[in-house]
C-alpha cells in the first residue's frame, strides 16, 4: 500500500486536473461493483464516461507509476447542511426520529443545530478543552456559515440555535453561542470543516450520542472498516471506509469548489442535514467528522486532525496536539 500511496501523492496534481475529476485517494480496486483485494490509486469523478466520450489527454491511464488506477463516479460532492429527501439506508433504531429536529435540553449529539444564518446541520459531538470546559462539535458550515473568517459570515459570540432553524429554531431557542472554527479557505487546500460552539451551561447538553451512546475514545480509519454515524435527517446509519488519503473538491456554491486534503471517503450513508455527524466504529471509538457527500459517497475529516485543530479532546481530556497531525490553527476571533 505504500506504493500506491507514494504513486497518488506525485500524481495527485496531474489526476485532478482532468476533467470531471472530484477527487484522488487510495483504496481497493472494484471490479462490478465489488471490492477486491488490490491496492488502486482511486480517481473519483462526478459521472463515469466512455472514453470513446473523451479526449485520448483527458482519460485517466490505466496505471500511474506502474499502480493500477480505479475511477468510480461519486456525483457532486457537496457540504450536507440543507434540506433534501434522505439517501443511505437507515439502521433500525427506537429513536422516533421526530426528536431529532424538536428542541431538546439537555440536548445529545445526533439532533439538529445550526447558526442562526443557517438551515440545520447536526450537533456531533462533546468534546473537551484542557481545562475540562465542554463543547459543541460540528462543522464550520453549520456553526459558523462557512466562514473563510474574513468574510463577515460569522464572528464568536454569534447565536447556535437547538433545533436550526430549518427545523424551527428561534431566538428562545439559543443552545450557545459560536465559540471557534478553522476557516474555510476556497484558494487553499483544507483539512477540516470543523468549529466548536460554548453551551449556555453544562445542563444544556448531554454527552451521549443519539442511538449510539457515549463515545469510546478515537481509532484511526483503516480501509473496509465498518462505521457508524447518528445524524439529523438520516439517524443512525451504517457504513465502509472506502478511499483514505484523499484529496477532494468540495462545491460550496461558489464559482470555484474547495479543496480538502487527507480526507475519509465512505460509504453512502448521509443526507443534507448530517453535516456534523460524529463517525465512529463498531466500538463508539471517533473515527471522523462528517461533512459533505452525495447520494453516492460520504466525506468525513480524521478526528485526529480536527481535535488537534480546535485544540479539544474526549472524555475531558483534550487531545495533545503534539502527538496528531498539525492543521490550520482555528480562529476565535
Given at each position: 500500500m505504500?506504493?500506491?500511496?507514494?504513486?497518488?501523492?506525485?500524481?495527485?496534481?496531474?489526476?485532478?486536473?482532468?476533467?470531471?475529476?472530484?477527487?484522488?485517494?487510495?483504496?481497493?480496486?472494484?471490479?462490478?461493483?465489488e471490492?477486491?483485494s488490490?491496492?488502486?490509486v482511486?480517481?473519483?469523478?462526478?459521472?463515469?464516461?466512455?472514453?470513446?466520450?473523451?479526449?485520448?489527454?483527458?482519460?485517466?491511464?490505466?496505471?500511474?507509476?506502474?499502480?493500477?488506477?480505479?475511477?468510480?463516479?461519486?456525483?457532486d460532492?457537496?457540504?450536507?447542511?440543507?434540506?433534501?429527501?434522505?439517501?443511505?439506508?437507515?439502521?433500525v433504531?427506537?429513536?422516533?426520529?421526530?426528536?431529532?429536529?424538536?428542541?431538546?435540553r439537555?440536548?445529545?449529539?445526533?439532533?439538529?443545530?445550526?447558526?442562526?444564518?443557517?438551515?440545520?446541520?447536526?450537533?456531533?459531538?462533546?468534546?473537551?478543552?484542557?481545562?475540562?470546559?465542554?463543547?459543541?462539535?460540528?462543522?464550520n458550515?453549520v456553526?459558523?456559515?462557512?466562514?473563510?473568517?474574513?468574510?463577515?459570515?460569522?464572528?464568536?459570540?454569534?447565536?447556535?440555535?437547538?433545533p436550526?432553524?430549518?427545523?424551527?429554531?428561534?431566538?428562545?431557542?439559543?443552545?450557545?453561542?459560536?465559540?471557534?472554527?478553522?476557516?474555510?479557505?476556497?484558494l487553499?487546500?483544507?483539512?477540516?470543516?470543523?468549529a466548536l460552539?460554548?453551551?449556555?451551561?453544562a445542563?444544556?447538553?448531554?454527552d451521549?450520542?443519539?442511538?449510539?451512546?457515549?463515545?469510546?475514545?478515537?481509532?484511526?480509519?483503516?480501509?473496509?472498516?465498518a462505521?457508524?454515524?447518528?445524524g439529523?435527517?438520516?439517524?443512525?446509519?451504517?457504513?465502509?471506509?472506502?478511499?483514505?488519503?484523499?484529496?477532494?473538491?468540495?462545491?460550496?456554491?461558489?464559482?470555484t469548489?474547495?479543496?480538502?486534503?487527507?480526507?475519509?471517503?465512505?460509504?453512502?450513508?448521509?443526507?443534507?442535514?448530517?453535516?456534523?455527524?460524529?463517525?465512529?466504529?463498531?466500538?463508539?471509538?471517533?473515527?471522523?467528522?462528517l461533512?459533505?457527500?452525495?447520494?453516492?459517497?460520504?466525506?468525513?475529516?480524521?478526528?485526529?486532525?480536527?481535535?488537534?485543530?480546535?485544540?479539544?479532546?474526549?472524555a475531558?481530556?483534550?487531545?495533545?496536539?503534539?502527538?496528531v497531525?498539525?492543521?490550520?490553527?482555528?480562529?476565535?476571533?
Amino acid at each position: 500500500m505504500e506504493e500506491v500511496k507514494k504513486a497518488a501523492s506525485r500524481r495527485r496534481a496531474m489526476l485532478l486536473a482532468l476533467p470531471n475529476v472530484v477527487g484522488v485517494g487510495v483504496g481497493y480496486k472494484q471490479t462490478g461493483g465489488e471490492r477486491t483485494s488490490k491496492p488502486a490509486v482511486v480517481v473519483m469523478v462526478k459521472k463515469k464516461v466512455s472514453k470513446d466520450e473523451l479526449a485520448p489527454q483527458h482519460v485517466v491511464p490505466e496505471k500511474v507509476e506502474g499502480v493500477p488506477t480505479d475511477v468510480i463516479e461519486v456525483g457532486d460532492l457537496k457540504p450536507l447542511a440543507r434540506e433534501q429527501a434522505p439517501v443511505g439506508t437507515p439502521l433500525v433504531t427506537p429513536v422516533d426520529p421526530r426528536l431529532r429536529t424538536s428542541r431538546l435540553r439537555p440536548a445529545p449529539p445526533g439532533v439538529s443545530i445550526g447558526h442562526y444564518q443557517v438551515s440545520a446541520g447536526t450537533f456531533g459531538a462533546i468534546v473537551y478543552d484542557p481545562t475540562g470546559h465542554p463543547y459543541i462539535l460540528s462543522n464550520n458550515h453549520v456553526l459558523a456559515n462557512s466562514t473563510s473568517g474574513r468574510d463577515r459570515r460569522a464572528k464568536r459570540g454569534d447565536p447556535v440555535l437547538q433545533p436550526g432553524v430549518a427545523d424551527g429554531g428561534q431566538s428562545g431557542d439559543v443552545i450557545g453561542v459560536l465559540d471557534r472554527y478553522v476557516p474555510i479557505r476556497p484558494l487553499r487546500t483544507n483539512l477540516v470543516d470543523a468549529a466548536l460552539a460554548k453551551p449556555r451551561s453544562a445542563t444544556v447538553i448531554k454527552d451521549e450520542v443519539l442511538g449510539l451512546g457515549r463515545v469510546g475514545g478515537v481509532a484511526k480509519p483503516r480501509l473496509g472498516l465498518a462505521v457508524r454515524k447518528s445524524g439529523r435527517t438520516t439517524g443512525v446509519t451504517a457504513g465502509f471506509v472506502e478511499i483514505l488519503e484523499a484529496t477532494v473538491r468540495i462545491n460550496y456554491g461558489g464559482d470555484t469548489p474547495v479543496s480538502f486534503g487527507d480526507q475519509i471517503i465512505l460509504s453512502p450513508m448521509s443526507a443534507p442535514g448530517d453535516s456534523g455527524s460524529l463517525v465512529v466504529d463498531e466500538r463508539n471509538r471517533a473515527v471522523g467528522l462528517l461533512f459533505a457527500g452525495s447520494d453516492r459517497s460520504t466525506v468525513c475529516s480524521p478526528i485526529e486532525n480536527v481535535l488537534a485543530a480546535l485544540k479539544v479532546g474526549f472524555a475531558g481530556r483534550a487531545k495533545s496536539p503534539a502527538s496528531v497531525p498539525k492543521p490550520r490553527r482555528a480562529v476565535t476571533r
